[in-house]
T-cell receptor, first 112, second 115 residues
Framework: GNSVTQMEGPVTLSEEAFLTINCTYTATGYPSLFWYVQYPGEGLQLLLKATKADDKGSNKGFEATYRKETTSFHLEKGSVQVSDSAVYFCALTTSNTGKLIFGQGTTLQVKP | DTAVSQTPKYLVTQMGNDKSIKCEQNLGHDTMYWYKQDSKKFLKIMFSYNNKELIINETVPNRFSPKSPDKAHLNLHINSLELGDSAVYFC??????????????FGPGTRLTVT
């Protein structure tokens, strides 16, 4: 079946450090890929997305490239801020039902 | 103006009780969803409705029953609550579930604690 695997957290970084959160997927068909972010005490919000191979999604300094050959969608940011502290979820959908399949989430803590 | 709202935000109740969580979206979306987030932050879809029609019904106990009076509302009723039902429940909506690139908009969540 379809699944998403993220790197284990928590990830603790100093402000201005480089961030990578790994995400790999298994899917039948051609999935659309997403990164959602959950700030403390809030619901999820879309961070970025990509719908076909080699697409790069970007938003708020975050980027991720849809790599079909490695079935990956790693999240990167060149310089993190304290305000980026949150839980990050990689997700995919392959069907026309809107069913999102999430990875287990990666907690990021950025220290000043 | 909140796009997807849920009530209540917190719900503490005893085992065996029946409770409901309400969700409303003002985005004009056709599809609404319920997700469950467990204590380890893992998210899993439970149900989805498109224009009041049930689309997704994952392996969820029969004690959980969604109800959609109109396309702007999707409520979740839970009978005979059990300790394992303790979780955060998120409502979400999207413009059209058949378009895979459409994002889902999430509500703030309802933290259910069963004692």
């Amino acid at each position: 079946g379809n699944s998403v695997t993220q790197m284990e957290g928590p990830v603790t970084l100093s402000e201005e450090a480089f961030l990578t959160i790994n995400c790999t997927y298994t899917a039948t068909g051609y999935p659309s890929l997403f990164w959602y972010v959950q700030y403390p005490g809030e619901g999820l919000q879309l961070l970025l997305k990509a719908t076909k191979a080699d697409d790069k999604g970007s938003n708020k300094g975050f980027e991720a490239t849809y790599r079909k050959e490695t079935t990956s969608f790693h999240l990167e940011k060149g310089s993190v801020q304290v305000s980026d502290s949150a839980v990050y979820f990689c997700a995919l959908t392959t069907s026309n039902t809107g069913k999102l399949i999430f990875g287990q989430g990666t907690t990021l803590q950025v220290k000043p | 103006d909140t796009a997807v709202s849920q009530t209540p935000k917190y719900l503490v109740t005893q085992m065996g009780n029946d409770k409901s969580i309400k969700c409303e979206q003002n985005l004009g979306h056709d599809t609404m969803y319920w997700y469950k987030q467990d204590s380890k932050k893992f998210l899993k879809i439970m149900f989805s409705y498109n224009n009041k029609e049930l689309i997704i019904n994952e392996t969820v106990p029969n004690r959980f029953s969604p109800k959609s009076p109109d396309k702007a509302h999707l409520n979740l009723h839970i009978n005979s609550l059990e300790l394992g039902d303790s979780a955060v429940y998120f409502c979400a909506s999207s413009q059209d579930q058949a378009v895979r690139s459409y994002e889902q908009y999430f509500g703030p969540g309802t933290r259910l604690t069963v004692t």
